[in-house]
């Protein structure tokens, strides 16, 4: 089953405009990773946020994280027409057994209009 | 340096035949993983090999199953297909295993398609 949750599911802009997504999850973490995916191909990975951090920034890119409501939020800011892709949170459970497995969620489909 | 190289790129099957996808890791990663992603939706975690040792299974069935080799390159071997089995079938790899641990990197992914 999945874990987290994206909000949006879709997503459309201009170019230009900030993009914020949403994801919530269900369980304690450790870490949460955003994703994004071009088209059904790989996943390339944008950010890793740890449990004890609050915000994180990677060029045009913040991500925070709220571990007492479970959620964390993607913000793109000065959106480009190359963004247009899905973006999926993904997250590692804590207390699960020792494995790197990740939980995603069903992912935001973003479109970035010229 | 190379990221994560899987293959074949695409794979067409018949229900009831074998299919093995092949990855390999990024150089000095030890660990891989593997994801099922279908259509319209996240990927679902399969297997995690650390070490040529299985680290974690998800929920499949026992038609699917994996390999790590000496070199931590992997194999997915998927028996008696199903249609169902039709999807983007994606390697990742770490530096380590274990929870709250390194990012994974994604290869391209091996789209299967079961007629």
């Known amino acids: 089953s999945q874990q987290g949750e994206e909000d949006p599911q879709a997503l459309s802009i201009q170019e230009g405009e900030n993009a914020t997504m949403n994801c919530s999850y269900k369980?304690?973490?450790?870490?949460l990773q955003w994703y994004r995916q071009n088209s059904g191909r790989g996943l390339v990975h944008l950010i890793l946020?740890?449990?004890?951090?609050r915000e994180k920034h990677s060029g045009r890119l913040r991500v925070t994280l709220d571990t007492s409501k479970k959620s964390s939020s993607l913000l793109i800011t000065a959106s480009r027409a190359a963004d247009t892709a899905s973006y999926f949170c993904a997250t590692d459970a804590r207390g699960s057994s020792n494995t790197g497995k990740l939980i995603f969620g069903q992912g935001t489909t973003l479109q970035v209009k010229p | 340096d190379a990221g994560v190289t899987q293959s074949p790129t695409h794979l067409i099957k018949t229900r009831g035949q074998h299919v093995t996808l092949r990855c390999s890791p990024i150089?000095?990663?030890?660990?891989v993983s593997w994801y099922q992603q279908v259509l319209g939706q996240g990927p679902q975690f399969i297997f995690q090999y650390y070490e040529k040792e299985e680290r974690g299974r998800g929920n499949f069935p026992d038609r699917f199953s994996a390999r790590q080799f000496p070199n931590y390159s992997s194999e997915l071997n998927v028996n008696a297909l199903l249609l169902g089995d039709s999807a983007l079938y994606l390697c990742?790899?770490?530096?380590?295993?274990?929870?709250?641990?390194?990012?994974?990197?994604f290869g391209p992914g091996t789209r299967l398609l079961v007629l």
């Open positions: 990742a790899s770490s530096s380590v295993a274990g929870v709250g641990q390194e990012t994974q990197y």
């Open positions: 150089s000095g990663h030890k660990s």
């Open positions: 946020i740890r449990s004890n951090e």
């Open positions: 369980t304690s973490i450790n870490n």
